[in-house]
C-alpha cells in the first residue's frame, strides 16, 4: 500500500511569509509525529498526534509554529512569520498505534530565503 | 538532559570487514532505544529495535546500561550497508523521540 505522503517536496519561500506542509500518513494510522532535521543533524521531535489532538506539542519551537489534524487522517504543520533559521527537511511519520513503528514520509525541504 | 551522541560523523571500512556504530544515551529512566537506517534516495526507516533483540540484515545491537551505551554491530560489512545511521531513544511514557545526530557508513569495495 502507499506509505506517507508529503507535500510539497521543497517549498522556498522569503522571510516573513507563511507556510503550509501537508502529510498524508498511511491509512489507519492513529499515531502521527512531526520532525525537523536542520543540515548534518538528527531529526528533532516537534509535534505527537494521537487521532485528532496533540497529545504531546513539547518540540514545538515557539508559537510561530502550528499543526492541526482536523479529522484525525491528513495534518498540516503551519509556519507563521517564517525565518532563516526554519530552513530545514520537515519529516512526518505516522503508526498504527502509539509506541509502534513509526513510518516515515520523504520529507519537505522548506528554504526560507 | 536527554541527549544521543553518536561520536563519529563518518565511518568507512572496507567490504568483508567487522564494522561497529557507536551510540550512547543519557537518560535516568528506562531508555527504548532504537537505530534507524537512511539509504541514498530513500526514506529514514526502522532497523531495529532494543526490546526485539533481533539481527537485522546482519545488524545487532544490545542494551548496555551500565555504560548507557547501544553500539551497531555487524562482522561482515557489504557495500549495500553504505548509508546514514541514527541511533535514537524514546523515553518512557512519553513519544518523543530523540535522534542523535547520524553517523555516514561508507563500505569501501
Known amino acids: 500500500g502507499a506509505g506517507v505522503s508529503q507535500t510539497p517536496s521543497n517549498k522556498v519561500t522569503e522571510k516573513g511569509k507563511y507556510v503550509e506542509l501537508r502529510c498524508d500518513p498511511i491509512s489507519g494510522h492513529t499515531a502521527l509525529y512531526w520532525y525537523r532535521q536542520s543540515l548534518g543533524q538528527g531529526p528533532e521531535f516537534l509535534i505527537y498526534?494521537?487521532?485528532?489532538?496533540?497529545?504531546?506539542d513539547s518540540g514545538l519551537p515557539n508559537d510561530r509554529f502550528f499543526a492541526v489534524r482536523p479529522e484525525g487522517s491528513v495534518s498540516t504543520l503551519k509556519i507563521q512569520r517564517t525565518e532563516r533559521g526554519d530552513s530545514a527537511v520537515y519529516l512526518c511519520?505516522?503508526?498504527?498505534?502509539?509506541?509502534?513503528?513509526?513510518?516515515f514520509g520523504p520529507g519537505t525541504r522548506l528554504t526560507v530565503l | 538532559a536527554q541527549r544521543v551522541t553518536q561520536p563519529e560523523k563518518l565511518l568507512s571500512v572496507f567490504k568483508g570487514a567487522p564494522v561497529e556504530l557507536k551510540c550512547n544515551y543519557s537518560?535516568?529512566?528506562?531508555?527504548?532505544l532504537f537505530w534507524y537506517v537512511q539509504y541514498s534516495r530513500q526514506r529514514l526507516q526502522l532497523l531495529l529495535r532494543?526490546?526485539s533483540r533481533e539481527s537485522i540484515k546482519g545488524f545487532t545491537a544490545d542494551l548496555n546500561k551500565g555504560e548507557t551505551s547501544f553500539h551497531l554491530k555487524k562482522p561482515f560489512a557489504q557495500e549495500e550497508d553504505s548509508a546514514m545511521y541514527y541511533c535514537a531513544l524514546k523515553l518512557l511514557g512519553v513519544d518523543k523521540v530523540i535522534f542523535g545526530p547520524g553517523t555516514s557508513l561508507s563500505v569501501i569495495p
Open positions: 498526534f494521537q487521532g485528532t489532538g496533540a497529545a504531546d
Open positions: 511519520a505516522s503508526s498504527s498505534n502509539r509506541g509502534n513503528t513509526q513510518y
Open positions: 532494543h526490546i
Open positions: 537518560y535516568s529512566g528506562s531508555p527504548e
